[in-house]
């Protein structure tokens, strides 16, 4: 123990190989899905931590970072903005999908806000946009 904790304290890329990184899961409200397989977390596990700290929607998370112990660090966006709902949970009322009118949307997949009408494809290759949601639960 003392030994490996010698090569890891001279060592980054040591020190990396053993303890991993933090990895960025969330940056100005727009979920980073890569970063969530790249830990082989799905989106749910994001919005159930997100639910747990009060979070209602993705515009009120300026930063999120899941941290090597399997834990998740969430910062709030000051003023939040509207994003895409994260409370209730989705396998009990999913957001209203977008049929068509005025207002925010928001990726489904990704949570990029836009205002109406939304392009066709999302730049994450989601076509699929649901209501955005106010940051007041």
Not at 34 to 41: C, E, F, H, P
Not at 116 to 124: K, R, S
Request: include cysteine.
């Amino acid at each position: 123990n003392k030994a490996l904790d010698w090569v890891m304290q001279r060592s980054q890329r040591v020190s990396k190989a053993i303890d991993g990184v933090a990895a960025e899961v969330v940056r100005d409200g727009v979920v980073n899905s890569q970063a969530l397989r790249d830990s082989n977390l799905g989106k749910s596990d994001l919005f159930m931590s997100l639910r747990q700290q009060g979070f209602c929607n993705l515009g009120e998370v300026r930063r999120a970072y899941l941290e090597t112990s399997g834990k998740f660090s969430i910062f709030r966006a000051k003023p939040p903005r509207v994003g895409l709902a994260v409370e209730p949970a989705w396998d009990i009322t999913p957001p209203p999908v977008y049929q068509g009118g005025a207002g925010d949307v928001a990726c489904g997949d990704c949570g990029t806000v836009t205002a109406a009408p939304p392009p066709a494809v999302c730049g994450c290759g989601c076509k699929v946009w649901m209501m955005a949601k106010a940051p007041d639960c």
